[in-house]
């Protein structure tokens, strides 16, 4: 046991056994709903005889992905299959174009090749430490109303509206009603410094949701998981065919997204967590990029769509994870997940609005730490953290932020704030935006 320690520096990250096993089950508890979703989303495409395979590689590619990131970089960041890129894979890539599923993982191998080759040429590290401070700390604002957002919205507190975009749900619903009291029961377990109060209150909510019956007891807690034979491989067969004129311009869509959203994720984690180094930068942020995009890979292979590191780690700092002994519980948890899928789907996505949402109002704090004196800063960071809700992308937040940073700062006579490879991403987005959009 002191061996392990050692190796996740328990002591340097002032840390212990409870707190990351605690941390780990947390983020386990917030983003486990993947196992369930991403097999839904893929089978539309796929087919639904498949569903069973697609379960096996989303929770097998999440175990590895993340046992990897903490025991590779001693990180608590938790890695899946990512929501967007598998919708984009399922009804843009295969249901609108055309592409067979096996070439469309084909495709997504061949993005993960291009990750991992940033990785190593260490562009994607260069590209992180490059962004400024002040677009950092709005990175972690702006994830913070993200998240907070997408808590809102699965409690039904928030809802779509054709007049006026977004407009307050009935509250009168069991699981608004249900949310908002798992939000107010998790803020004063807090406020009392109770130790994993947002892991008690998805708990907690998911409980009274079955009381109440909104949500059936599950039939069965255990099943057999079913091996991916016909799923297993096929993204390395047809990974020469992604490379073809006609689909290379997807396997840099997924290429841009992944780069960006990824940037984003871990500049907000870790400016909120305090992994970040004097000069603001992630030390060891090659080898958490090289699990993510090795992830990707494995992925592919196992028979699922794009890894990519989720923001719900967020709900496991905020439980005390510091270190990759987390990781390494949050990918343990997801292999356990493969023997209990009935039970792990009978949690209702309204269960985890409170952790979101909580997570959300801890990650705001960051706003305090941006120059408000300084226009020229204030406008590229207000922009990064309002764009990232509004959009439902990080990728775009941080996009709005790294365009309008140099073009203001260097119209405003602040030019030496500027980073040059901040100019370069700042003609990098214009063009994508003008030749993508």
Known sequence: ?????RYFQFTERQTDYRREILGGATTF?????????????????????????????TCVAAAFSTILMGLLANYPFALAPGMGLNAYLSYTIILGMGVRWDLALGIVFASGILFTLLSLFRIR???????????????????????AFIGLKNAGVITGSPATLVTLGSLR?????????GTFAIAVMLSRRWK??????VLAVTGGSILLGQTPFPSSFLSLPEWPHRLLGVAIETTPAAFDITLIHVVFAFLFVDVFDTMGTFVGLSQRSGFLDDQGRLPRANRALLADSVGTMAGAVLGTSTVTTYIESAAGISAGARTGFASVVTGGLFLVALFFTPFISSIPVFATAPALIVVGVLMAASVTRIDWEDITSAVPAFLTAIV?????????????????????????????D????????????IARYILLD
């Not at 046991?1 to 320690?5: D, E, S």
């Not at 196992?35 to 096996?56: C, H, K, Q, T």
């Open 1 to 5: 046991m002191q061996t392990i320690a």
């Open 29 to 57: 508890v917030t983003m486990v709903y993947i196992a369930a979703v991403n097999p839904s989303i893929l089978a539309e495409a796929f087919g639904r005889d498949l569903f069973g395979e697609l379960v096996f590689a």
């Open 125 to 147: 590290e260069a590209l992180i430490n490059a962004v400024p401070e002040d677009l950092k700390h709005a990175t972690a604002v702006g994830i913070g109303l993200f998240i």
């Open 173 to 181: 619903t069991i699981p608004a009603l249900l949310s908002l009291a």
């Open 196 to 201: 994993g109060a947002i892991l008690f209150g």
């Open 388 to 416: 990232m809700p509004l959009s439902f992308s990080i990728a775009d937040g941080v996009a709005i932020g790294l365009v309008s940073y140099p073009i203001i700062k260097r119209i405003g006579g602040k030019g030496t």
């Open 418 to 429: 500027v980073h040059p490879l901040v100019d370069v991403l700042a003609v990098i987005f």
